[in-house]
């Protein structure tokens, strides 16, 4: 068993197809399934189906795969160790960015990663936070950049800013008038969520107090998977959300009218970046984490608002 074997196949559990692995891997087809071949030899075991389209992993297959991601990952341990020695700040590191944060930071980020001296490849992908979690320790990616704490004894994470909460509004909505929008006295029924698989929903039912546990009052419900879905279910259906700070500075001129400060309520959301207790290039982790800084407003860098974060559930 080699390392080139279990690269091989984790290139064709990605693609699921021998050529296009063939390719990515700069190898011809024979000679990648000839060592794909030698491996389920080697273990007696088929790691791959080779009858259906697209070729898909057997049950063990999916096991050894997962296990191979993990090998990799710290096998290529050795030469970060090695650089980072060196103080070298160069090479590839894969970001996973939940889809609440992505659309609003990603465009200043990569701006700055373009002006930054470091000769890091930033790769990045938009997943949410299970999917980060799972991925930073099956080492298919080196971190993430998640709304925190965790809580996973397995993480390290690396607080980078901290947003405040607000409320969205429809002109039409009884609160309209207020300049500020006391939770408590909101019903559940009203707000619109993001679906379950996003912390930021967890958050927004801490901030009210309780879970939304009947949907009677409502002909019909909504649960979405994108801020922007929800502002635009707002406006045109009524009712309210609840979003980030980040969310609310992207918001058109327009909508900025719409928007209400939380009463008595300074709650912010911690956005940290995230990579596994194993991690040795801390210096690149810190130069990421310095670029992503560069790229949020300066009002959202006081640590003082830490003992304000909101507890997050996924």
């Known amino acids: ?23 990515a ?63 070298i700040l160069t090479g590839d590191f894969k970001l996973g960015i939940i889809p609440t944060i992505a659309s609003y930071l990603v465009p200043e980020l990569l701006r700055f990663i ?9 790769l990045m992908q938009e ?23 965790l809580k996973n004894p397995h993480l390290v994470e690396i607080p980078i800013y901290y947003e405040k909460f607000y409320v969205y509004l429809s002109p039409e909505d009884n609160f309209f008038g207020e300049e500020e929008i006391d939770l408590k006295e909101i019903d559940i029924q009203q707000v619109w969520l993001l679906n379950n698989i996003h912390c930021l929903r967890g958050q927004v039912e801490s901030l009210c107090k309780r879970k939304k546990e009947d949907e009677r009052h409502r002909t019909a419900n909504y649960e979405s998977g994108s801020l922007d879905t929800l502002i635009n279910i707002v406006d045109y259906n009524g009712g309210l959300t609840i979003i980030p700070e980040m969310t609310a500075m992207g918001l058109p001129e327009e909508k900025q009218n719409n928007l209400r400060r939380i009463k008595g309520d300074v709650s912010v959301r911690e956005i940290s970046l995230v990579v596994s207790r194993d991690f040795v290039r801390q210096k690149m982790a810190d130069a990421i984490g310095d670029i992503i800084r560069e790229s949020v407003p300066k009002s959202m860098l006081d640590p003082e608002l830490k003992k304000f974060v909101v507890d997050v559930q996924y």
């Open 1 to 23: 068993m080699t390392i080139q074997q279990l690269e091989y196949i984790i290139a064709v559990d990605n693609y699921r197809h021998f050529a296009k692995a063939a390719e």
């Open 25 to 87: 891997c700069h190898v011809t087809q024979p000679t990648l399934s000839m060592m794909i071949q030698k491996l389920e030899d080697e273990l007696n075991v088929k790691v791959f189906d080779r009858m259906v389209q697209p070729v898909e992993p057997t049950e063990i297959g999916k096991k050894i795969i997962k296990q191979a991601h993990t090998s990799i990952y710290h096998f290529n341990l050795i030469k970060e160790l090695v650089n980072s020695e060196r103080e």
């Open 114 to 122: 373009h002006q930054s001296e470091a000769e890091i490849n930033l």
């Open 127 to 149: 997943i949410p936070t299970y999917a980060i979690v799972e991925s930073i320790l099956n080492g298919k990616i080196d971190g993430g950049l998640a709304a925190t704490p």
